[in-house]
């Protein structure tokens, strides 16, 4: 049985996707723009544990760790 992911981690995911589209644009290769362009298209309850692992991987390395 898959676990859906609960609704926090979702959103945090369309969180990363929108800053890396507004802050890190400049950084983004086409590919990662449309990955982020995809997943800020979509709701966040809609959002796959695929999309979240993206999103938070692509901003890891972008943005760097937040602690």
Known sequence: MIVPPPFEVQQRAWERAYMLRQE???????????????????????IGWSEISDMVGLYAIIAGVRV
């Open 24 to 46: 890190f644009d400049g950084w983004l290769s086409l590919e990662q723009r449309i990955r982020a362009e995809v997943i800020i298209h979509t709701n966040p309850d809609r």
